[in-house]
């Protein structure tokens, strides 16, 4: 079956902008767009692989009909967006035929009204959102949807508008900047009749008069009030952290600083604290700006809480492979800077590492601090119901700093579905957020390594792993009552698309099974159809 679907092609045209030169390939069915104009070295932005984040839109010029069908986030992506109808996320389209494709897409002539508009509540007038990462942004972009008149304020602490925030490391080694990681055009704004307040803080919320002071002096009175305040670096008590050259990795600045030192300094060794998709992925682009860098991990394998240990042994092996050192079991006890400047790190084991450069990478912690000196309850995170409200009436948050049902999610999946939610709750409708299925996907060029789900199995469940150790390929999926629950894929670019769809849907994989565990993915695409 392998073999015969290894002498399938397909044609495909490629070129970065409609009238420039095409670039012709033949590839195997079922590759991403995106992986197809990656492997060709044409410039494309890629976030979080999964069609939502938005970064890699482009235009299908002909053979639309050849590639995997458009699923519900990849199409509310586009809908946000405002691109025309020939518009797919390279990350999403799975191509089966012959294609011709612009890395530019389109813009949408004219954004549809939506339906609910009609009957909006004319009592709205005022709609602050505090915070304008994808939260607040989706949060801005369904108000305004479900509400034509209202004004909506969009208060947002960072100098930018709305980025790729999953594309940050790409800051310290690329040479762009911000270009490529803004994730709509600046008359998006305008279009929508969103006030955007950058570089703006929000000081204090009273509940009473329904206001949000600003920093600047300035209050905004609301009807409905969402916070997206977001998340900030977890920063472990590590003596020695805040002299110059220890960082945190949170927004773009965090980014822009880390290369600005490195340049300084003349920085040749780094020291990431913390094996997770952040600490590598950050130890990576330290990497590619020329550092020689060691990632400290305090469990057994890198990336514990997403993967097993087979697939973290295979993981380890591949980034020392790259250059990277990972020890496990290992963390910081303090950082030296007898100058002021860091020179070395010392372990809790005795061990001490030179380095320029301390980057720690040790998870997130909620920003509440506005919700709680308000007096709304908190938690780790502000406390929401199903409706993404919290204690306080016609008050709503979303994103990482929500906490729904004692979970504080930090994905950005789950940013884009709390805010459409609370917007639509917040305009009279009645819709329920059930959580959302964790999925993580690795951006180390060539690792190809997705988790998804529920990756530690029950007791009642069946587990399927499929190796191929030459080619450090390895996958394991949990399967409760004949359908996916989680999965493991490291090294099957292709094939987690099926996988996760699998899983997304619910299909029943019961009587396929055996093909799975002969590693025959197609039997997912047939169940697809």
């Known amino acids: 079956h392998e073999r015969q679907a290894r002498k399938e092609t397909v044609q495909v045209a490629l070129q970065q902008a409609p009238g420039a030169e095409e670039k012709r390939f033949t ?32 235009a299908v010029l002909e053979g ?5 069908p458009c699923g519900d986030d990849e199409r509310a992506t586009l809908e946000r967006l405002g691109l025309a109808a020939n518009t797919r996320m390279a990350c999403c389209a799975r191509i089966s035929g012959p294609v011709r494709i612009s890395l530019e897409p389109e813009r949408r002539a004219a954004a549809p009204v939506h339906a609910a508009a009609a009957r909006f509540d004319a009592a709205i007038r005022h709609v602050v959102i505090v915070g304008n990462g994808i939260a607040g942004v989706t949060a801005a972009e369904h108000v305004r949807k479900l509400h034509p008149q209202c004004e909506i304020a969009l208060v947002g602490r960072e100098k930018f508008p709305l980025y790729n925030r999953m594309g940050i490391t790409r800051l310290v080694y690329g040479r762009s900047a911000m270009q490529g990681l803004y994730l709509l055009p600046d008359a998006w704004y305008d279009e929508q009749r969103i006030g955007s307040w950058l570089n703006t803080r929000a000081e204090r919320i009273d509940l009473a008069g329904r206001t949000v002071a600003l920093g600047t002096g300035e209050a905004l009175p609301w009807d ?17 952290f805040g002299a110059a050259g220890t960082f945190v990795l949170r927004d773009a600045e965090d980014a822009m600083r880390i290369r600005a030192h490195a340049q300084e300094r003349r920085a040749r060794a780094a020291v990431v604290g913390g094996g997770g998709l952040l600490g590598i992925e950050a130890a990576y682009a330290l990497l590619k700006l020329g550092l020689r860098v060691t990632v400290l991990e305090r469990g057994r394998w890198p990336l514990q809480r997403q993967i097993d240990e087979r697939a973290g042994t295979l993981l380890r092996d591949y980034l020392s492979g790259l250059g990277m050192q990972v020890l496990v079991e290992s ?36 920003n509440v601090e506005l919700a709680r000196a308000a007096g709304l309850a908190v938690n780790r995170g502000v406390v929401v119901d199903a409706h993404m409200r919290t204690s306080a009436p016609d008050v709503y948050c979303v994103g990482d700093a929500a906490e729904f049902e004692g979970q504080v999610y930090g994905l950005w999946p789950a940013c884009v ?32 390594l997705t988790s998804i789900g529920r990756t530690v199995p029950g ?24 359908r996916i629950a989680g999965a493991i894929m490291m090294g099957f670019p292709n094939e ?33 159809g």
């Open 459 to 482: 007791a009642t469940d069946q587990v399927i792993t499929y190796e191929d150790a030459k080619a450090r390929r390895y996958a394991k999926l949990v399967v409760a009552n004949g």
């Open 496 to 528: 987690s698309a099926l996988v996760t769809g699998a899983l997304k849907g619910g299909t029943d994989v019961s009587g396929r099974l055996d093909a799975l565990r002969r590693g025959e993915w197609r039997v997912l695409e047939q169940a697809e």
């Open 417 to 448: 579905e709390q805010g459409a939610i609370a917007a639509a709750n917040a305009m009279g409708e009645a819709r329920t957020y059930a959580g959302t299925t964790p999925a993580t996907i690795l951006k180390v060029v060539g690792a190809d």
């Open 224 to 240: 409905r009030l969402i916070l997206a305040t977001g998340s900030a670096s977890f920063v472990p008590p590590v003596a020695g």
């Open 27 to 58: 590839v195997q069915p079922g590759q991403t767009v995106l992986a197809v104009a990656e492997q060709s070295g044409l410039a494309i932005e890629a976030g979080c692989r999964m069609g939502i984040c938005g970064a890699d839109p482009v």
């Open 331 to 366: 963390e910081i006890e303090r950082l030296e800077a007898p100058d002021g400047a860091l020179k070395t790190a010392v372990l809790k084991d005795g061990r001490v590492l030179a380095c320029d450069v301390a980057l720690l990478c040790a998870g997130i912690r909620p």
């Open 64 to 68: 639309l009909e050849h590639l995997s």
